[in-house]
């Protein structure tokens, strides 16, 4: 047989496992994983706390620019009712920024799948290689325990059957004696077999760790989303109180983002440590861990020629001694069955017996080669070293995304709702802002515009009632004589005095008398003096 596929390091493996270390006196640490070690734990501390580095110094610029915004501005001239320049840039750099974030967070949710699909696998493998070491454990009891009854019964039967022919009662011993050296050497199969550390376990402990780990990512990608959506419709929507709010919330997921980053990139530098060169590090923990003789370890970890199968001979010893059993048996039948009619019953039961010990025998050679298990052990490492790190990395570029887009939208949002219009409260229960001019029209009346050369003239305060126009079909009005005419009174009742009028108006302009009153003078022909 060839050599099975293995594991091999992947480019980010490399390229991660290059990067320099140093503990907290900034002394060089090894790059070999060794979690154990003070030096080493140091050293992923110090990558962890670059992001919180990292943060510290966001939150000072978002700081320094506010102060800066907000004491250095020019101040605005009285009576500017025109908003600052660069309102619109701020505004769409934010916009900018919250649509990069939205991209980080699809990165995000992608590397997050990567990740549990990768520990998936590596939870799959184990559990695969759970079930190889209770098939072996469950032959080698089946078959021992198979040999066992059959030294007790069946062979005790064919010595009281035989104890008359010595050569028979002989050939008899000699076949329990054979019995018994397979049932020791299959015994001696079941390696794992007593053994503290459970692959089961491993198993349930990464996937319930891992189920967390993905249901807080989650969590926090979609907290991310909301802010980012609720501050769009906040901008949209110029409401000043949810742009504040969003505001505080975006505060508080680029806390999150940067935790997150410090947290993958140990997470990642470890794991490119650990996966550079991996063996001899499982190999020292399981064998720390369980107590089993390294020649059988290296024999399943790195399944190749140089190394010998540690069961091989007690495989061949078991192999003859099952062999001479069935010649010993097929020579007591030929003879012995003749002479002794009731001696065919034990021997029939002694066939079964070793035919189905035979059966589980070639199913241990199977299972007990190194291919199957070093297979698994090739798919945990692939499942954890390529596709689990390839979702953090992904993982820290999401976080790398959203702690800038977040800074640059903290640096710009205070700077756009301070440009929004205020709100008047009546416009906002009727919901619309077209009605903000017409009020602000009805409380400033505006006066007529005056000709050239004509005097100053009064507004006139009209009751509610309109004035007498001409409608279509009607005649018209007769046209007032030259000079100045007084303005006819309605018939409403008494009003205010007249307006003398010394021009004529060919297109009048309506007027806001009162509260709320417009006085047309459609129809009313003044002569010109």
Known sequence: MGEPPGYRPSAWVHLLHQLPRADFQLRPVPSDFAPREPGYQQALLLVAALAG??????????????????????????????????????????????????????????????????VAQLSAALLQANHTLSAVDALVSESVERLGEAVRTELTTLEEVFAQRTELVAATRGARRQAEAVAQQLGGLAFWQGVPLSPLQVAEDVSFVEEYRWLAYVLLLLLELLVCLFTLLGLAKQSKWLVIMMTVMSLVVLVLSWGSLGLEAATAVGLSDFCSSPDTYILNLTQEETGLDSDILSYYFLCNQAVANPFQQRLTLSQRALANIHSQLQGLEREAVPQFPSAQKPLLSLEETLNV?????????????????????????????????????????????SAGALATALCSLPRAWAQFPPRNPSASCSGSHLSEPLLRARREPVPPPLLPGLPEQTPLTRPTAPLTTARPGQDAPPAAPPGPQPVAQEEAGPGPAPEDTSAPHPHPTPRWAGEGTLISTRGTNLGMG
């Open 357 to 401: 010990t035979e059966g589980n025998f070639h199913q241990l050679v199977a299972l007990l080669h190194c291919r199957g298990l070093h297979k698994d052990y090739s798919a945990a490492l692939r499942g954890l070293c390529e596709d689990a790190l390839e979702g953090l990395l992904f993982l820290l570029l999401f976080s790398l995304l």
């Open 53 to 118: 580095l990292g943060l510290g110094l966001s939150l000072i610029l978002i700081a320094a620019y506010l102060i800066r915004v907000c004491c250095c501005r020019p101040p605005e001239p009285p009576g500017a009712k025109s908003p600052p320049p660069g309102g619109g840039c701020v505004t769409w750099s934010c916009i900018a920024a919250l649509l990069v974030s939205c991209a980080g967070i699809g990165i995000g949710f992608y590397g997050n799948s990567e990740t549990s699909d990768g």
